[in-house]
Nanobody, 124 residues
Framework: QVQLVESGGGLVQAGGSLRLSCAAS????????MGWFRQAPGKEREFVAG????????YYADFVKGRFTISRDNAKSTVYLQMNSLKPEDTAVYYC?????????????????WGQGTQVTVSS
């Protein structure tokens, strides 16, 4: 059974940094795409960043380019989201997701497994 467990969220001041982790277990993820999404109260879930687990393809939403970095550690089966220069509008629950395909997409419905989410709150 696939499990995705996020950690690393918290409260930070504007301009600060956080690193989110997504520990994946339950199968070999070499043929999977991994994504980070976020959902703020009253808003739809939106794509933040994605990476092909086997490497080579990384994508970012325009609103995080230059501030966030997605990476993965194959040995630890963990995907990371380094978030710098955080803004109050980055406040949301952040979710890790896995897709049974090597193709990264920005559509939540195309992902097969989800973590429970981790809250990120950025104060002004």
């Amino acid at each position: 059974q696939v499990q995705l467990v996020e950690s690393g969220g918290g409260l930070v001041q504007a301009g600060g940094s956080l690193r989110l982790s997504c520990a994946a277990s339950g199968r070999t993820f070499s043929n999977y795409a991994m994504g980070w999404f976020r959902q703020a109260p009253g808003k739809e879930r939106e794509f933040v960043a994605g990476i092909r687990w086997s490497g080579g393809s990384i994508y970012y939403a325009d609103f995080v380019k230059g501030r966030f970095t997605i990476s993965r550690d194959n040995a630890k089966s963990t995907v990371y989201l380094q978030m710098n220069s955080l803004k109050p509008e980055d406040t949301a629950v952040y979710y890790c997701a896995a897709r049974k395909s090597v193709i990264v997409t920005n559509t939540p419905d195309e992902y097969d497994y989800w973590g429970q989410g981790t809250q990120v709150t950025v104060s002004s």
